[in-house]
């Protein structure tokens, strides 16, 4: 009698921890590298400040105002623009709605002197110390962030490259 009750705690002790290693503990893993890629990668936080524009291109009166208005009512005021970090600043500057109008300069330089003139929030960036470095890591975050979330406004292409463009650009500064 005892080695067959010996046998069956052997087995449900055996069954037991196979039911951890399989079942249990790969969610356990998960659980900690999701954990880990959400403090890697701050957009992917679901609870983050985001600065959102009060007009978008999705906006139903966004053809009501001239360009100039636009351009007004995008900009961020200062006090705003100075607590901002500098992952919700690259955010901001992705979700700008004339950011793709960079690629309209000429070159990508001028583009971008453009762009500080018309966008607050990369105005303050480039006011940041190391801020080449400060976009290029926020920026390959966001565009890691895009390629499981696109979008809405059907602009996550656009945006993207242009972001990537602006990280070599960067790079090559460095």
């Known amino acids: 009698m005892k080695g067959k009750r010996g046998w069956l705690i052997t087995a449900l002790c055996a069954i037991a921890l196979i039911v951890v290693v399989l079942f249990i503990w790969p969610g356990i893993v998960r659980t900690e590298m999701a954990e880990r890629k959400k403090e890697e990668n701050p957009y992917r936080e679901p609870e983050r400040?985001?600065?959102?524009?009060?007009?978008?291109?999705?906006?139903?009166?966004?053809?009501s105002y001239s360009v100039p208005e636009k351009q007004e009512m995008l900009k961020i005021d200062?006090?705003?623009?100075?607590k901002m970090s500098g992952s919700m600043l690259v955010e901001a500057i992705a979700d700008y709605p004339y950011l793709v109008d960079v690629l309209l300069s000429g070159t990508l330089e001028e583009g971008l002197a453009d762009l500080a003139d018309h966008c607050s929030a990369y105005a303050e960036l480039i006011t940041r110390e190391n801020y080449q470095a400060v976009f290029t890591q926020n920026a390959g975050k966001l565009i890691e962030y895009y390629a499981d979330n696109p979008r809405s406004d059907g602009q996550t292409e656009?945006?993207?490259g242009l972001l990537q463009e602006m990280i070599r650009y960067y790079q090559t500064k460095a």
């Open 49 to 63: 400040d985001r600065y959102v524009y009060p007009i978008t291109i999705e906006s139903p009166d966004w053809f």
């Open 78 to 82: 200062g006090q705003s623009l100075r």
């Open 158 to 160: 656009a945006v993207t």
